[in-house]
């Protein structure tokens, strides 16, 4: 049974920095894209960062919107899926799902962590 249980929301003060964790089970993550979704309050589905399988030449893609703060990561002995955010803003504020599959198609959701940026 395929399970991705994220863990790690908060609320932080801009600027800060949080780690979100994605606990995969049911299948190894490091033999599938993983992808990081989030949805700000209002609006539409956005993909953050994504990680395709061991192996790849190139294997890690960031969203404009993520380029230069978040880091996407994976600990294949722990089966779990990290995503750093750092320098963050209010604008961040939102729910974040990991999944596993390309942000165009994906087979599993998580159920989500909140991530509150406010002063």
């Known amino acids: 049974q395929v399970q991705l249980v994220e863990s790690g929301g908060a609320l932080v003060q801009p600027g800060g920095s949080l780690r979100l964790s994605c606990a995969v089970s049911?299948?190894?993550?490091?033999?599938?894209?993983m992808t990081w979704f989030r949805q700000a309050p209002g609006k539409g589905l956005e993909w953050v960062a994504f990680?395709?399988?061991?192996?790849?030449?190139?294997?890690?893609f960031y969203g404009d919107s993520a380029k230069g703060r978040f880091t996407i990561a994976r600990d294949d002995a722990a089966n779990t899926l990290y995503l750093e955010l750092g320098s963050l803003k209010p604008e961040d504020t939102g729910l974040y799902y990991c999944?596993?599959?390309?942000?165009?198609?994906?087979?599993?959701w998580g159920q989500g962590t909140q991530v509150t940026v406010s002063s």
């Open positions: 990680i395709r399988e061991r192996g790849h030449f190139d294997p890690i």
């Open positions: 049911g299948f190894s993550s490091s033999t599938s894209w």
């Open positions: 999944a596993k599959g390309a942000p165009n198609v994906v087979d599993y």
